[in-house]
């Protein structure tokens, strides 16, 4: 593996950057130096990591010069902008933005789920979705035992989802001031509220990304896949409510077992003690932790799950730092743009 | 219609029994007299009614010698041994609790749904889950129009389900203070939790209840109904995303056209606008709110939708007053044990 990795975090100010910087730092991803940049409004900052300074940069078309691999939070117009500049470069980009994601030329990772699809990348490599990295890993194995026919998923999303602005008007909110920025234009506090609705659709885009992510990462085009996204009033991570159907009969202690030895994912589910996955409890962890898996009541191919995770690292900075720590491990510097 | 009803209510203290007697203050219900009751310990309590001061009496074998109905919210071991008691009085007991819900003899009602099933009742009528109510009503009408086949419902909880306790609990979480009594070994706030297990199942009491209940009220005894019941850290009212399956294909503006002429609900469907059911809005509402209308992804005859209401409105309180109106207004009176 080579010690000689000069990586860059783009949007490091921000709460996924600051993430990813902290996953670097206790994952202890070898490299020889670090750059971050953001916008030109953040620059200037100064960010402690491994005792040492770091001074934020404005991001600009030269950057990537030396840069060999670049993890990017920064948002969708950015990565559009920046992302393919830097493969330009000869940087490797992992985005965390919703940009790349369906692009055909561009693999869209979980470590855990599909490894190899990162072989002949063309520079930009994508991170899923939050709420779809959890999921995959669960539907994963499910895959594997009974054969995936359909999906219902309905989600409990974190403000977090929403970055820093979303905890802030939550937090106001419940302490009782008037919150100065807002994610919505309805109360978090005690409330529930949808994502962005996609244009001309009665689907948000999160509902569409959740459809649409896992048939890729799946190798599945045709994947039924029926969801709703709900933001809740919660910051420690998503939880999600599965109804799956299977092509052969369900086995639930078969799915239990091959759980307890798939890494990424942490079986928590004794009912009888009243132990199942918690938003709180996943909270700054890197784990996926799956619960509450029960038979369906009316078919033996179908049944119902409980899925929680950290939005923030699984569900994007850790996902990331695995995607970098794959490529160094694989050796897949090589590109062809 | 009578105007000489001696009505009770049971479990006046409670959260729900001072809602009861909130919506027949609003509903101008009308009743000669008007008693009060509760357990021994809430004896004594003063309540304010239609400007006038109402004792509560603790409840004994001879509270019922002289009333008409009783509106029952006192927990499930109170109902199952004074409903009984009552109705051997002559009183007719509308109980809200789950006591009586699936006894073959006691109906199961909310009026907009299944109005009818009162008649030749034997003196006990069950209030349905509060959950139950507001899914059936969305339900209804699909089945009405295009046929149920399938319903998988994941549910958004208030805490004010769990009673004055529950509230007590997610408030002094959210306030800093350590909670002098608690629902759950586990923090409310800012997380999710699970209602009480049934025994030897991995199912909730709560999912069996919302199983059970509709394909009763509905006359469905089939009906395939998958549910994962989730508590949030909200205190207004429920929400329920409904993925249903259907036997005929599905006309998404027909439905929204029947729903704005079904009485009890409000359709509240503006994606483009922003606009859906919430849960802060339907606080203290007697209605039942469903937006979020829209066609399966994967198929014609599917849909999805998001149905929320006032749990302790039209999920207790309202519905078991619309049932003591509906006989009072059918003459149901008489009644054979």
Redesign the interface.
């Known amino acids: 593996m080579r010690s000689d990795i000069n990586l860059a975090v783009v949007g490091a100010t921000g709460l996924v950057g600051r993430k990813i910087l902290k996953v670097l730092e206790e994952r202890d991803f070898n490299y020889k130096s670090l750059t971050l940049l953001a916008s030109e409004k953040s620059a200037g900052q100064i960010i402690n990591l491994n005792r040492k300074e770091h001074i934020v940069s404005g991001i600009k078309d030269s950057s990537f010069d030396n840069i060999d691999i670049a993890l990017f939070s920064a948002g969708g117009s950015a990565s559009k902008i920046f992302a393919p500049i830097a493969a330009q470069s000869g940087c490797i980009v992992v985005d965390n933005s919703s940009a790349w994601r369906m692009d055909e030329n561009v693999p869209l990772i979980v470590p855990e789920v599909n490894p190899d699809d990162l072989k002949g990348h063309r520079g930009i490599i994508a991170n899923p979705n939050c709420s779809t990295i959890q999921m995959v890993l669960a539907l994963q194995t499910v895959h594997e035992l009974f054969g995936l026919k359909?999906v219902?998923c309905?989600t409990?999303q974190s403000i977090s989802g929403a970055g820093q602005k979303g905890i802030s008007q939550l937090k106001d909110e419940?302490e009782g001031r008037i919150p100065d920025t807002r994610i919505s234009?309805?109360?978090l506090a005690?409330?529930?509220?949808?994502h962005s609705?996609s244009e001309g659709?009665?689907?948000t885009e999160e509902e569409l990304k959740m459809?649409n992510e896992p048939r890729k990462i799946l190798h599945l085009p045709h994947l039924?896949?029926?969801?709703?996204c709900?933001r809740?009033?919660?910051?420690?991570g998503h939880?999600e409510?599965l109804?799956i159907e299977t092509e052969k009969e369900v086995d639930v202690s078969k799915l239990k077992s091959a759980y307890e030895e798939t890494a990424g994912i942490v079986l928590t589910d004794k009912?009888?003690n009243?132990i199942?996955p918690?938003?709180?409890s996943a909270e700054d962890k890197d784990s996926v932790f799956i619960g509450?898996?029960?038979k369906?009541?009316?078919?033996s191919k179908?049944l119902?799950m409980?899925v929680v995770a950290d939005n923030l690292r699984k569900g994007a900075a850790t996902n990331a730092v695995q995607i970098a720590e794959l490529i160094a491990v694989n050796d897949l510097w090589e590109f062809d743009l």
């Open positions: 359909k219902v309905s409990y419940i234009p309805y109360q005690y409330n529930t509220v949808f609705f659709n009665n689907y459809v039924e896949m029926e969801v709703t709900v809740i009033p919660v910051l420690g939880g409510s109804y009912p009888e009243d199942y918690m938003i709180l509450r898996i029960r369906a009541v009316n078919s179908a119902n409980w």
